[in-house]
């Protein structure tokens, strides 16, 4: 079992099962990836917004590879077991125009600035928040001829933002292409499930994994065995809207963690809108009372001072 190490440039930033491999290996090897921030390094620390607006939207996921896994054919399986993700102690978070799930709330771009500090941020105080590194797209070069955007996910994987994907999980991945042609980047230091400002934690990492090939196991899309991670040992503040329309709850349930967020510790607008989107879990609750579905969008009260409602 051979160990390589594989540096971020050239990044690419859309998939193409005719890009050339950078790295060949086999099954059972593992990889070093360095990977740059989403915006293929142009936003640095102390950036403005301004210089954020001016950044080469083309660039952006910035993805280290294609690897070319030996003896991996379509049809088989492609196993990525995650060894380590390790940020470098700094990231950022924006807001774009016309983008993000409170759109219509918030109109005016952003950028924030992280410090990363071990396994936690202090920079948007008073909130304490943890860190759990992971790359928001991992994937295999898709079965069909041409050029495709990062943006969207697929069964190849890709840009799937599953925070699940973290130091000790393991991802599962149907194989398209002779060689599986793998690429990853987009890491996070931390994001809540709905990123709902379009952003986590934006930043460049240090990424190990290790590659088997499965042969012939048919396999419909990615799947994620995850390791298991304890709910906040001091609960959650969680917001419950109920609708017909799971949209229009879910964007109900969020706005109203903002507003919480804002009158129960002090934040800025804009900054409890960020904080859901780097630690906010925003999922279903239940589905089976027709017509409505309730959506809960919560955060742990560990990441914040305690006090009470009432």
Not at 160 to 170: E, K, Q
Not at 221 to 250: I, K, R
Not at 279 to 308: C, E, F, H
Request: hydrophobic letters at 45%; glycine letters at 12%.
């Amino acid at each position: 079992m051979a160990e390589f190490e594989l540096g971020a440039e050239p990044t690419h930033s859309v998939w193409n099962k005719e890009l050339e491999p950078r790295l060949e290996i086999e099954s059972g090897d593992t990889v070093h990836f360095e990977c740059l921030d989403a915006s293929g390094g142009q936003v640095k620390p102390g950036a403005t917004v301004q210089d954020f607006l001016g950044i080469e939207r083309d660039r952006i996921h910035a993805l280290t590879g294609p690897v070319y896994v030996r003896g991996s054919a379509a049809g088989d399986v492609l196993e990525v077991e995650v060894l380590e993700v390790r940020h470098k102690g700094w990231g950022w978070t924006s807001t774009i125009a016309g983008l993000g799930f409170l759109d219509e709330r918030f109109t005016e771009p952003s950028l924030f600035h992280w410090d990363l500090d071990g396994e936690v941020s202090r920079s948007l105080a008073p909130a304490v928040l943890p860190l759990r590194p992971f790359c928001g797209v991992m994937g295999v070069a898709p079965g069909e001829a041409g050029v495709f955007k990062t943006r969207p996910p697929g069964t190849f994987g890709g840009n799937m933002d599953v925070r699940d994907l973290v130091t000790g999980s393991t991802l599962y991945l149907p194989v398209f292409n002779a060689g599986a042609l793998f690429s990853c980047g987009d890491a996070h230091a931390a994001q809540g499930d709905g990123e709902v400002c379009i952003n986590g934690i934006e930043c460049p990492a240090d990424v190990t994994l290790r590659f088997k090939v499965h042969k012939g196991k048919a396999l419909a899309g990615p799947v994620v065995d995850a390791p298991y991670v304890a709910v906040d040992p001091l609960g959650q503040w969680t917001v419950v809207e109920s609708s017909p329309d799971a949209l229009g709850a879910a964007k109900a349930a969020t706005s109203r963690m903002v507003d919480l967020l804002v009158e129960g510790w002090g934040f800025s607008e804009l900054h409890a809108y960020l904080l859901c989107s780097v630690a906010m879990d925003l999922r279903l609750a239940q589905v089976v009372n027709r017509p409505m579905v309730t959506v809960a969008a919560s955060i742990g009260k560990s990441i914040l001072p305690g006090r009470r409602l009432f």
